[in-house]
């Protein structure tokens, strides 16, 4: 019995820290150590980004330092309010970036999240105003000398909470407005998830499966490495 006890004891633990160590996942939201020699990268956006931001890395290791915000861009409103810290000093080769999911979900009267406009709810930022934020965004992002690629919104299924099939497309147009007076070219996330949305998405969801976030992130990496060429 004590020499039973002996072994679980010595064993339960390792056995513990082996399940720990497999489902601890890396976290997008941690700073990296830049790779010196290599360009630096730039995601901007909300969770859809942040679901691509690791096998993003993952596609690119040893090619791009790929960075990104440490925190869901949110809105429009968010990004003015903290566009500074996440630029930083350093010089960044591509920059890519989004809002748009957060800017059209509809809002409480009291701020409730994701509350259906047929209740009385919102969009959070409408649409002229989105436009003119985005306007402000990309003329500070032009600012810093790197390659910037607009990631455009991606679609809205049927029945997601709060948010509304098409109004993707209506923000896009906007977005698409303010990216053509600045030559900025448009990496097209929306029809390919619109093409296979079944596949790649959740039911009634703007989010994506695991699998579905790294169809996303080879486009994205994809896209990054022809902006570096």
Not at 65 to 79: A, D, F, Q, S
Not at 178 to 190: C, G
Request: aromatic fraction near 8%; proline fraction near 7%; charged fraction near 25%.
């Amino acid at each position: 019995m004590i020499k039973f006890l002996s072994f679980f004891l010595v064993i339960f633990p390792l056995l513990a820290n082996t399940q720990i160590s497999k489902s601890k996942k890396p976290n997008p939201m941690l700073r990296i150590e830049d790779q010196p020699g290599l360009p630096r990268v730039l995601l901007i956006g909300d969770s859809i980004s942040i679901g691509y931001t690791i096998p993003v890395r993952n596609l690119l290791k040893g090619k791009v330092n790929v960075h990104r915000i440490p925190t869901n861009g949110g809105p429009t409103i968010k990004g003015l309010n903290q566009i500074e810290a996440w630029i930083g000093k350093k010089k960044w080769d591509v920059i890519h970036f989004n809002w748009g999911l957060h800017d059209l979900k509809y809002m409480g009267p009291n701020g409730e999240n994701l509350f259906p406009k047929e209740k009385g709810g919102k969009v959070q930022v409408d649409l002229s105003d989105y436009e003119q934020n985005l306007e402000l965004l990309v003329r500070r992002l032009s600012k810093t000398g790197a390659k910037l690629i607009w990631r455009n919104t991606t679609p809205i299924p049927p029945g997601s909470k709060g948010r509304y099939v098409g109004d993707s497309i209506r923000y896009n147009s906007a977005a698409s407005r303010v990216m053509i007076r600045y030559s900025i070219p448009t990496h097209d996330l929306f029809t390919l998830s619109r093409e296979r949305m079944k596949e790649i998405m959740r039911p009634a969801n703007v989010h994506y499966t695991e699998e579905g976030s790294k169809v996303l992130a080879e486009s994205v990496a994809d896209v990054i490495l022809q902006a570096l060429k």
